[in-house]
């Protein structure tokens, strides 16, 4: 019987052995500890956004102070990259000015998460997609006056 840990293990790429795991001891730590899930009672931004060929989605809260943001939640409804990156990529949006955070991209989440399978790659896309959308809501609501 194998090992749990050989259920993680990286499938090839061509030609060549990895060696590494799928996920690597980041992305499992962020999936087992997640930081940031919850929701915010009355958030300044929000946005649910999803993937319509997995079906998975997050629900994504901000609280903004002046140019900051002070607080983001998350909740996942989907895979376990999913919860990782959308947790490392609230760490990255935590206390930033909004146009830093604009440009936060998931290229920046996968390399702080030090990588990910290709495969689960497209994973890393809901935590931005759902802090632009919020971000953007935010936005909206400044633009009529309601901010
Ligand atoms: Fe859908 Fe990971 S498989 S977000």
């Given at each position: 019987m194998k090992e749990w840990k050989d259920l993680y293990r990286q499938d090839q790429g061509p030609g060549e052995?990895?060696?590494?795991?799928?996920?690597n001891e980041t992305i499992l730590d962020h999936f087992k500890n997640?930081?940031?899930i919850g929701e915010i009672e009355e958030p300044d931004g929000s946005a649910v956004v999803g993937d319509p060929n997995c079906g998975d989605h997050i629900r994504l809260h901000l609280m903004i102070e002046g140019d900051k943001i002070v607080d983001i939640r998350y909740k996942v409804f989907g895979c376990a990259a999913a919860i990782a990156t959308t947790s490392i990529l609230c760490e990255l949006a935590i206390n930033k000015d909004l146009n830093d955070a604009l440009a936060i991209t998931d290229d920046d989440v996968i390399e702080t998460a030090g990588g990910i399978p290709a495969r689960k790659a497209?994973?890393?896309?809901l935590g931005v997609a759902g802090l632009h959308s919020a971000l953007a809501e935010y936005f909206m609501k400044k633009e009529k006056g309601g901010q």
């Open positions: 052995a990895t060696g590494y795991f799928v996920y997640p930081r940031h497209h994973c890393s896309l």
